[in-house]
């Protein structure tokens, strides 16, 4: 991120004001629980999305352009007739902020913006809301809007949701802009109360290892919207508001109610709610080294019960869980993506090598392995 104001200054021929970055995450467990009122464990990474912005000076014409340190021509949208159509795919969440803080009566003014990410896309773990995230700060700040950060996670979530078109919950904005190093986030995305919860991976000779299959996914595609459909409906046919409402104990009624395939989907995410408190819990307790047995379950009820892991998600985990890995599932919205093994940093080398044999023994594209520890939330640079 250091020659981003440089590559900013070499495009658009003058230095940029400021420059922001906003952190991927990786979700711990409670997944797609978010959309349903529940709670979720996640915490921000030290790969990051980062901006470098310039206000535009005040013209007739409010006009945005943004562009890449990817490549590719500058993407120019006017703020006055802002529609995701007019926008390319990749720059809709950049633009989607400038649209969100427009429903919220803010007139902007135009801005040039470079954007660079060390966050792998599609790999589940939140390249675009670390890029609203980066920009919405940038913008609060720049602009001294006044917004807080919590109101800032909405504002990004509103942007994805109804700019982009894709239906998320808080969760990924919530770790972009409110984590803190150290610590996963958990997050009531009911309440939005949000705590931190000390997560010591390196004192207690702990690692996370990232599994990035390289099977690319998209949470504006049909099957994601199948599932909070799914489980809209599921609510609206046991009476309560969201499934956050469920308990497991009442799963045995749920189980008559509901069609097999919406009983499924029901079953993960009240199990999934039970799963968090149960890692939270154990954390605050036993430490990070207790929780695996509950990271492998979320793994079997994400792939058994939601129907949102793929088979090269299911041999990183289960390769990983064999080389002896404390724990492991797929991290993100699914459909591919990224697995997360809990592991003792003396067999990270292990480990490692095993996924690479058992992705090259299957004909899988050989995938990206790296470690993360917890980090900080979005921030000036």
């Known amino acids: 991120m250091s020659a981003l104001p440089d590559a900013f200054t070499a495009l658009y021929g003058t230095i940029p004001d400021a420059c922001f970055a906003a952190p991927g995450r990786v979700n711990l467990i409670g ?18 999305a980062g901006i470098a912005l310039r206000i535009r000076p005040a013209d007739s014409v ?8 990817q490549g590719g021509p500058v993407v120019e949208a006017e703020l006055e007739s802002l529609l995701p159509a007019a926008v390319e795919p990749w720059a809709r969440y950049v633009a989607g902020v400038f649209w969100a803080l427009a429903r919220r009566g803010f007139t902007l003014p135009g801005a040039d913006i470079l954007l660079d990410s060390t966050v792998p896309i599609g790999a589940g773990l939140s390249s675009s809301a670390a890029i609203e995230c980066a920009v919405a700060l940038g ?26 078109g894709a239906p ?38 702990l690692q996370v290892l990232v599994i990035d299959t390289r099977v690319s996914h998209a949470h504006d595609s049909g099957g994601y919207k199948e599932l909070v459909r799914a489980c809209t409906q599921g609510a ?4 309560v508001p969201a499934l956050r409402d469920v308990s497991v104990g009442r799963l045995d009624e749920a189980k008559e109610i509901l069609a097999p395939k919406i009983f499924r989907r029901v079953k993960h995410i009240v199990t999934e709610n039970q799963r968090v408190l149960d890692t939270v819990g154990l954390l605050s307790t036993d430490g990070p080294g207790a929780i695996g047995a509950l990271l492998n379950a979320s793994h079997a009820s994400m792939r058994d019960d939601f129907g949102i892991s ?7 985990v289960d390769t990983a869980i064999s080389a002896g ?5 797929m991290t993100g919205g699914g459909f591919g993506g990224s697995a997360i093994a809990l592991l003792e940093a003396s067999q990270a080398d292990g480990i490692r090598t095993a996924l690479h044999e058992a992705f090259a023994a299957a004909g899988y594209i050989t995938p990206e392995i790296f ?6 939330g979005a921030r000036r640079l």
């Open 62 to 69: 409010r006009l945005l352009r943004v562009a890449s340190t």
């Open 168 to 205: 998320t919950g808080m969760l990924d904005q919530s770790a972009s802009l409110l984590s803190t190093p150290e610590h996963a986030l958990f997050l009531d995305c009911r309440t939005r109360e949000a705590q931190q919860v000390a997560l010591p991976l390196a004192s207690t000779g």
């Open 139 to 164: 913008l609060n700040e720049q602009l001294d809007l006044g917004l807080s950060r919590e109101d800032l996670v909405l504002v990004c979530q509103q942007a994805e949701n109804d700019f982009v």
């Open 310 to 316: 793929c088979a090269e998600l299911d041999l990183a």
């Open 236 to 239: 609206r046919e046991l009476g």
């Open 325 to 329: 890995a404390l724990g492991a599932r």
């Open 31 to 48: 997944e797609h629980t978010d959309y349903n009122q529940g709670f979720v464990l996640p915490f921000a990474i030290d790969r990051v």
């Open 371 to 376: 470690s993360v520890a917890p980090g900080p």
